[in-house]
């Protein structure tokens, strides 16, 4: 029995001192800790990436009302130009996110820019535009017809079992003006 015993502690002490394979132990030790938060910068950039492109879909879809109602022509162009929503909501869709923004609203108003630089509304939209900005203490300044579209996308995080990404903000809404006339 002590020859057994002898042989045992002898393999041990050897399996004790064997440095073999101890650096890929360590690295699946600390490649584990590192995962989730290396998984939650992806989530964070993805959100990131996403709330550009709504961005950039708002953006371009304002920019398309503009360019297929043609001012003064077809104002106001909620009313006028029969191709306003078809055009918004392509640009809206042009972006790398496609069909999954949505338009969700589109508004047109007259504004005038106040002493504080804030736009205010002035007018009862589509009535008659008014001929100055004097009800809100410019009567110098013209009245501008704008147009406000506002998009949204959903966004889903690529790793929501172990991402905090999900407690974001969604759907991503986003919305941009531009001035008609």
């Known amino acids: 029995m002590t020859a057994v015993f002898k042989e045992i502690?002898?393999?041990?002490?050897r399996y004790r001192s064997d440095q073999n394979g101890a650096a890929a132990v360590e690295f699946a030790l600390v490649l584990s800790l590192l995962i989730v938060p290396i998984l939650n910068i992806v989530d964070f950039a993805y959100y990131g990436w996403c709330r550009m492109q709504v961005?950039?879909?708002a953006q371009m879809a304002t920019q398309a009302a503009w360019k297929t109602c043609t001012p003064p022509t077809f104002l106001p162009a909620t009313s006028n130009c029969t191709g306003l929503g078809t055009a918004v909501s392509n640009a809206a869709g042009s972006t790398s996110l496609q069909g999954a923004i949505t338009?969700?609203?589109t508004t047109e108003n007259y504004y005038c820019v106040n002493s504080s630089n804030a736009l205010v509304t002035v007018g009862t939209f589509p009535g008659?535009?008014?001929?100055d900005c004097s009800s809100v203490g410019s009567a110098s300044d013209t009245v501008g017809d704008y147009v406000k579209i506002t998009v949204s996308y959903t966004y889903a995080p690529l790793f929501p079992a172990v991402s905090i990404a999900s407690?974001?903000?969604?759907?991503?809404?986003r919305t941009a003006w531009m001035r008609l006339g």
């Open 128 to 131: 008659t535009k008014p001929s």
């Open 55 to 57: 961005d950039n879909a």
């Open 103 to 105: 338009v969700t609203s």
């Open 167 to 173: 407690a974001l903000a969604s759907p991503i809404t």
């Open 9 to 13: 502690s002898s393999q041990w002490r």
